[in-house]
């Protein structure tokens, strides 16, 4: 059944979109906000030679972890730009702070002041992007250098540590300017800016990779079942995902009875939305960043691993298990994401929170006793629910890698799962913004009409 948000959202009238002068200059911020992201995208660090460096990320970082950063950044590792490591260290400090937040009870006490809480944890954030870009930063300008002097390209054009420094500072640089960024389309513009950056960086690649697919199949490189058979499986797993996006299990909170202005007793009812995804997009990018570390860590180093002797056999049969589309990787990956789904859902929702809150406000569970019995109530709930989005999640993420594994078109792993799932849910949440600043505007000239009716009657 719709909500009643969800009726009063289709009742907009989109013919009055010209009208929303505010909505219009918002969309148009956030359009050149990410106009300047892209042309961010193309301008070199300083002592990088483009055109070498993209011959050495053909033959060498495709297939680690540093092509989740590639795509998230639209391409700007690739070319190594200033904003090559895009926006993901300050996803990556958000995530520890909300993590660290929940299990310490400082940060906790500091998230509950409210408005000047939730100010100190987002100075924390910026801080921890500033140390995750130094850190990222150094060790890829270092592992830039190895790869050049392993392969015989001189993609950088004067090793050493100067030249390690520059690149530290630029792309710190570039990443703080992202994250500013996004933080002006938040308040400025429509829709999460660090969300549609990430949007963005993804949306680039996908016409490169399209076209390559429809090329192949005309050309007969690849068959065109296959061609037919990705954009069925595509089209399926959008509509898969924008179903159980928008899935809720909502649990029924009874208030007590009130008295009207009538003197008649009335009781309020209200439901408490449980997502059926909770962790969102968060466990099949961690699972895959840290099953995909290994084969990044050797791709930096120059992919020297001796095969002589037992522990170099066992590292380089451990990187082949590790590619995408293998068995071992395709389990440790379902794996990974079934535990981070449990561990981040648990981290973000506290039923006992939930439970108090409900009892101080003098809301209950029909036939569910407040306190403890409501928490564990809660947390059944929220357990079987996980479940499903579990398994959800992880059909989304390994179907599209098996059936590139199975094809051998491992080229289009980029627009695998944790891709859709971004593009999916960046854009229901855009959309619904969006439905909310026109409904506001239409509220808006209904009450302007009301105040002139009644003027005109006095």
Known sequence: MASRADKMASGVNF??????????????????????????????????????????????????????????????????????????????????????????????AIKKEGE?????????????????????????????????????????????????????????????????????????????????????GIVAQMPRLVANLLEGGRTGSISGVIVVGFIAMFVGLTLLIC?????????????????????????????????????????????????????????????????????????????????HGQPVYLLLYGLGIVFFCFFYTAVVFNPEETAENLKKAGGFIPGIRPGKNTQ???DYVLTRITVLGAAYLTLVCLLPDFMMGQTGQTQFFVLGGTSLLILVNVTVDTIAQIQGHLMAHQYGDLLKKAKLKGNRGR
């Open 15 to 108: 013919s009055n979109f010209g009208k929303a002068t505010d909505l219009k200059s918002r969309i148009w911020f956030t359009i050149g906000a990410l106009i300047v992201f892209r042309l961010l995208s193309f301008v070199p660090l300083p002592g990088v030679d483009p055109i070498a460096q993209a011959a050495l990320y053909a033959n060498n970082a495709a297939g680690g972890v540093l092509d989740i950063f590639n795509t998230f950044s639209g391409g700007s590792l690739e070319r190594m730009s200033l904003i090559a490591l895009g926006v993901m260290p300050y996803i990556t400090a958000s995530i520890v702070v909300q993590l660290a937040a929940s299990l310490s009870p400082t940060l906790a």
């Open 116 to 200: 000047s809480g939730r100010k100190k944890l987002n100075q924390y954030t910026r801080y921890g992007t500033v140390l995750l870009t130094a850190v990222q930063g150094y060790f890829l300008a270092a592992g830039l250098e190895s790869l050049s002097a392993a392969n015989g390209i001189s993609a950088v054009v004067e090793p050493g540590l100067m030249f390690r420094i520059v690149a530290t500072i630029s792309l710190i640089g570039g990443t703080l300017f992202l994250m500013w960024l996004g933080e002006q389309i938040t308040s400025r513009g429509i829709g999460n800016g660090i969300s549609l950056i990430i949007m963005a």
């Open 243 to 323: 179903f159980f996006e928008r899935a809720q299990r909502r649990v029924l909170v009874q208030y007590p009875k009130r008295a009207t202005q009538r003197g008649m007793m009335q009781a309020d009812r209200s439901h408490l939305p449980l997502k059926l995804n909770t962790a969102g997009v968060i466990p099949p990018i961690f699972a895959s960043s840290l099953l995909l570390l290994p084969v990044t860590i050797s791709q930096l180093g120059g992919n020297q691993v001796a095969g002589e002797s037992a522990s170099g056999d066992f590292i380089i049969q451990l990187l082949q298990w590790l590619q």
């Open 376 to 378: 564990d109530y809660l």
